[in-house]
T-cell receptor
């Protein structure tokens, strides 16, 4: 079946502009995660949607970052007034719920803020 | 809070040799899952292997095996017969119940021909 998809694959924007990144999880997966990965670095957790529960937003670095998940499926990560330090790869992952369930990652969106 | 520690930022291994990538974790929960992912230079995150906390046998997937020592809270990844294509970043991760997944900082493995 189809895996996790993300769009766009690459995004170049100017400092101060808003950007929207999209994630389509695997059908039926109730858990959805957003991560940020700077060049050569590890994964930085941003936000976690778990079924119908309130999302865990503890990883969002500032109030310029927000995310929503409509209808328990597609998610959009929005970065307002982008800064150069926002340049990174943004990875989305989805899974079923539970400690034994594997996360599956999308290919990522490479964001470059000029 | 749960925590994953990978103490080896970089490792080298000779082609065809075995290599062990270390991972320790910290949780007071009895039920949890441990995962390893590979991230080649292309950037994709590839799931390798899973170990459940109640699994009595060490997980194996082809050339990958997970050396699970519950009392020591370690979940080391063993790659046998290393290949050049194994050169990548490797991340250890843990998940408790319905909590978010926690990742380690990663180990960069380079296979030398």
């Amino acid at each position: 079946g189809a895996g996790v998809s993300q769009s766009p694959s690459n995004k170049v924007t100017e400092k101060g502009k808003d950007v929207e990144l999209r994630c389509d999880p695997i059908s039926g997966h109730t858990a959805l995660y957003w991560y940020r990965q700077s060049l050569g670095q590890g994964l930085e957790f941003l936000i976690y949607f778990q079924g119908n529960s309130a999302p865990d937003k503890s990883g969002l670095p500032s109030d310029r970052f927000s995310a929503e998940r409509t209808g328990g499926s597609v998610s959009t990560l929005t970065i307002q007034r982008t800064q150069q330090e926002d340049s990174a790869v943004y990875l989305c992952a989805s899974s079923l719920e539970g400690s034994q369930e594997t996360q599956y990652f999308g290919p990522g969106t490479r964001l470059l803020v000029l | 809070a749960q925590k994953i520690t990978q103490t080896q930022p970089g490792m080298f291994v000779q082609e065809k040799e075995a290599v062990t990538l270390d991972c320790t974790y910290d949780t007071s929960d009895q039920s949890y899952g441990l995962f390893w992912y590979k991230q080649p230079s292309s950037g994709e995150m590839i799931f390798l292997i899973y170990q459940g906390s109640y699994d009595e046998q060490n997980a194996t997937e082809g050339r990958y095996s997970l050396n699970f020592q519950k009392a020591r809270k370690s979940a080391n990844l063993v790659i046998s017969a290393s290949q050049l294509g194994d050169s990548a970043m490797y991340f250890c991760a843990m998940r408790r119940g319905y909590q978010k997944v926690t990742f380690g900082t990663g180990t960069k493995l380079q296979v030398i021909p």
